[in-house]
């Protein structure tokens, strides 16, 4: 794995945004061990909350491409908080929430955009275990919002 | 505790079956030092998903049920991940979502079918940390899902 | 930080209640390692569920005292976990479910009155990574649950 997580962003056409600025009184992760714990990213498009509800105002695939940019920025925030993604040892756990009407169920569906974009990126380091289910709200509107927790091999400073 | 699980398992007249694979891109659950994070399990009735919503389709009582089989499944993913329930030394954990209709109050004593088993099968070291709450869907219109920490004596491999 | 927590919560007139006892088959936390994990704590007034829905029966003000006193009885139970809250080194993370009318899109605001004040509490060491989001519904109709974890000095024994 090591250095070529870069070039498989590079290769995927992806460039890392800014980290996004919680917009809270929180702060974007934490570290505890070996392990780091990142806030609850929100969808956004255009560097704006990527709003909507699923099986109402999104289709399916809308909330694929929202999870996969979400995933983006955890992305984002991971490189900030670790200065070199090479030292993620595993992506160990994400929890995946849908904006959802009440009769939307292929949240798996779309937590998949996020899913496998982790997969592409980290290779087996990617694999992670995974929640996702229909919130009945997301702050801002935003469709969708992805927690992550990471193992890394080195353990950085406060975030 | 110690080998006495299956036997307990067995006088409560559980046959653990074959641990569910996911239906999406994920695994059952990964490992980092001596924790263990099983994916978001959802109900299951006869090997298909458990749907319905609590407060709408379906009573408390059929809620704990899903939520006692759904715990079921995660004594046999925590059994194929240990390869032996004995090196579980604590279920840390558990976040119990409750697909629910607005009006419906009782996501406590849904999560109860899961706490119970689990306290019945491990004992003390069964009592865990718990959040409860309703959801406002669950992949494949499921009607519980559950999550999962364990710390284990053992570490196994990659899930 | 050490002592001066007990200080800072005499300054903001806060005494810690006695903590809550869970209302249904788990424990209030659980550690491994030097992770305290706490149990969804629901918001309270008066000694009872504090109810209602943002969006719908109640202002986001209510919301944020609400999130705010479920802080203080986070911090009831981290002290009776830990029996001394200078042992914390950090509050990890935390999970903030709001119960949300669908057209509330304020959770983070919301969850701010729990933030605010474990920071005013802790200082750095009460920066947290969060995640905050609207449940269709939770225990007893209150209107937020809070669920923290904590990395603490000191690794208290079982809750």
Not at 45 to 56: K, Q, S, V
Not at 70 to 88: R, S
Not at 121 to 137: C, D, K, P, Y
Request: with cysteine; charged share 15%; glycine share 10%.
């Amino acid at each position: 794995m090591t250095e070529t997580v870069y070039e498989t962003l590079d290769a995927l056409g992806i460039c890392l945004p800014e980290p996004v600025r919680p917009a809270a009184a929180f702060v974007p992760w934490t570290a505890a061990g070996d392990l780091l714990f990142l806030s609850g990213h929100i969808a956004r498009r255009n560097g704006r909350p990527w709003t909507g509800r699923l099986g109402e105002t999104l289709e399916t695939a809308d909330g694929v491409a929202a999870a996969r940019a979400t995933a983006i920025d955890l992305l984002a925030t991971l490189h900030a908080a670790t200065g070199n993604l090479a030292t993620v040892r595993q992506i160990v756990k994400l929890m995946v929430l849908v904006n959802s009407a009440p009769g939307f169920t292929d949240q798996h569906l779309v937590a998949n955009g996020a899913s496998d974009l982790l997969i592409e990126v980290f290779g087996a380091a990617g694999a992670h275990a995974r929640s996702a289910f229909g919130a009945a709200q997301i702050p801002f509107g935003s469709c969708v919002e992805i927690e992550l927790v990471a193992q890394v091999a080195r353990v950085p400073h406060a975030g």
